[in-house]
């Protein structure tokens, strides 16, 4: 029996089951016509069929077809998208289900670990507060926990029950989780309430007689400003929640699209907000941007919504966009409303190669890096808009002994290495991390004038996670700690000083007859890899493959033109290694190169908060390397 809420119940308190009871958020359960004709779809061997089934068979396959969500179709589209993403969810945990896992236990009180190699360091599709069910096959019996956190593949629970925590030693469970959809019913929310008020406005707007003008003053900062430090709500590594009766004080309050849904318990006064700013607008899904809108609703007699805030949604439609897990829905929900509305409405469209003002105020002071590092991409998105106001440390890898043109801190370094496939099926490529390894090692020996360069001023970007795997592994092995290695993903938002891209790609795929270059053609990835870099960048890859992509083909040519391209015989490997890899690449051979060069040990590597020990790790010697 579900405990009652209390009548003044605060719902900044509340745990998240409380909450949705609180604010009565819709529990999403699929219709069944939709959930057995997505079986069907997928070819699970579903046998239930009805004319519903049909129809909504017939539009799931209609999607693809469409390329903009239309006023009319807006909530149902979305709705339908919701649930597309639920079913891929729920496909997704069924899938990290075991018979076997192993629990033990944390630092944490009554709390344990579940580490769990199939979610392969992504481990985003659990949430804190999902229910988790553990099965022991001798007793027959089933322990009950909730999930804490997610690091890596470590998940760590917390029983409900202070009786089972002696129940874990010395056996293995089969383990299902259960989401709570939490985001998602959130997005449901949102989408209710819309339905029930006229969002025509606000959602599809139209010319206005009256406008207001906002000026928006940015100052180039990495860190938070002294004074507003002790504003914030997060203390000692941790989180406090703020009461209700002090929230109701504050014209100020900064929260995450999804938790801003707790903001709608409270009882603030009309207007009470004079403006909602949405940051990193183009990450975030349309339901997911509605979300902090619901805050300002007011019910009126003729249920219209009577907006007096000002919102402002600020992003960069050119950078990476929401994460969607359904492929069949990506290009619906996965288009921001930043950029839908700056694509077909007429308010936020150049005319005559200009903005209104009134409506698109853009941000064209870089101070992140150095005037040749942003060209190509200032050139492919922002049409020469950028303007460049970088300081002394933009300038610093200038004049660096390694640096083929002296005033050019940029290196395309053509590596003919041989992509190859894990298990998992991630994508590698050996011949790139050995290049990685010696440029980083030319660089944690050397100076940019006056300044040493330490791991932290070191970034590695790759697509692949096998990659990227395999990159942390040898500089483990090399004891070089501190050095970012991450997914172009993982990078958004990031910089260093020194960025280095290994693309491991040197194949060339075919898609209904269209040759291409796999995700690394998506024009957005090759925009935040490009603009990481500070000072210095380096490009690791194949530019006979890369250039089958024209936004890759400027990057190479802008490089030769400046003569930051390097040919793979002068890389700093060892001829007879080069060679070796060459031959492979032209033999188009699967198998990796002599094991001969090689030596297996075991290393511990941390991902983090996430310390995990990896066997028999092939690790090249390094006096291959040149250097």
């Known amino acids: 029996m579900m405990k009652p809420i209390k009548a003044n119940a605060d719902p900044m308190m509340c745990t998240a089951p409380e909450l949705a009871r609180m604010l009565k958020l819709p529990k999403i359960r699929i219709p069944h016509s939709l959930y057995y004709a997505l079986r069907n779809g997928l070819k699970q061997g579903s046998v239930f069929y009805s004319n519903e089934c049909d129809d909504y068979t017939k539009c799931i396959k209609s999607l693809s077809n469409v390329k903009k969500i239309g006023e009319q179709d807006y909530i149902n589209i979305l709705r339908i998208c919701l649930y597309l993403e639920q079913f891929e969810l729920d496909l997704e945990m069924k899938r990290i289900e075991s018979p076997n896992y192993e629990v033990k236990k944390s630092n944490l009180h009554e709390c344990f670990i579940i580490t769990m190699p199939c979610l392969n360091g992504d481990g985003t599709i659990i949430k804190p507060n999902d229910d988790v069910s553990l099965y022991d096959i001798v007793t027959r019996r089933t322990i009950w926990a909730k999930v804490v956190e997610v690091v890596g593949n470590d998940v760590t629970i917390n029983v409900y029950y202070p009786q089972d925590v002696t129940k874990f030693e010395d056996k293995k469970f089969k383990i299902k989780i259960w989401s709570k959809h939490w985001p998602l019913r959130c997005c449901h929310y949102a989408l209710k309430v819309m339905s029930n008020y006229n969002w025509t406005e606000i959602i599809y707007p139209q010319l206005r007689t009256y406008s207001t003008d906002i000026e928006l003053f940015v100052e180039n900062r990495a860190t938070v ?70 805050v300002t609703n007011k019910k009126t007699e003729d249920k219209r919504t009577r907006f007096q805030a000002q919102i402002v949604i600020a992003g960069d439609p050119y950078q990476l966009g929401p994460i969607v897990r359904c492929k069949e829905i990506e290009h619906l929900l996965g288009r921001s409303m930043l950029e839908r509305l700056m694509d077909d409405c007429d308010l936020y469209k150049r005319h005559n190669g ?90 944690i020996t050397t100076k940019f004038g006056k300044r040493t360069i330490t791991p932290k001023d070191i970034g590695i970007i790759t697509p692949f996670k096998r990659q990227q795997l395999d990159i942390i592994q040898h500089l483990t092995a090399m004891n070089l700690r501190g050095i970012t290695v991450g997914t172009v993903e993982s990078f958004q938002g990031q910089e260093r000083n020194v960025i280095i891209l290994s693309t491991v790609r040197s194949k060339i795929f075919e898609h209904h007859n269209k040759e291409h270059i796999g995700f690394l053609s998506n024009e957005k990835r090759f925009n935040v ?99």
């Not at 000072?535 to 250039?547: H, V």
């Not at 075991?602 to 995990?612: M, Y």
């Open 225 to 294: 400003d002294e004074k507003i430090q002790p504003c914030a709500n997060f203390v000692d590594k941790t989180t406090l929640f703020l009461s209700k009766e002090l929230l109701l004080l504050k014209k100020i309050i900064i929260t995450t699209l999804v938790s801003s849904v707790r903001l709608i318990g409270i009882n603030f006064r009309e207007n009470h907000f004079s403006y909602i700013i949405i940051d990193e607008a183009s990450q975030a899904t349309e339901p997911e941007i509605l979300i902090p809108l619901t």
């Open 354 to 443: 200009k903005y209104n003002p009134n409506y698109i105020t853009k941000l064209i002071k870089n101070y992140r890096s150095h005037e040749n590092l942003l060209y190509v991409s200032n050139k492919q998105f922002y049409k020469k808009e950028l303007e460049i106001f970088g300081g002394a440390d933009t300038k610093m890898a200038l004049n660096w002994s390694r640096l083929p043109n002296k005033n050019f801190p940029m290196i395309f370094q053509e590596v003919l290495g041989q992509e190859e496939r894990s298990a998992t099926k991630s994508v590698y490529n050996t011949a790139e991390v050995l290049v990685v390894m010696a440029y980083v090692n030319m660089l």
């Open 529 to 627: 890899a490009l603009t990481r870099a500070k000072a210095l960048m380096i490009i690791i890859g194949n530019p006979r493959i890369l250039c089958q992509n024209k936004h890759w083909e400027v990057l190479w040519k802008y490089c030769k033109k400046n003569n930051g391209y390097i040919l793979f015989d002068q890389c700093p490997l060892k001829k007879n290694l080069i060679s070796n890899f060459k031959s492979i690449y032209n033999d188009n051979l699967v198998k990796n190169s002599d094991e001969s060069n090689s030596t297996k040990l075991s290393i511990t590597v941390n991902f983090g908060k996430e310390i995990k020990t990896l066997s028999d790790v092939p690790v090249y010697k390094m006096e291959n390397l040149k250097i």
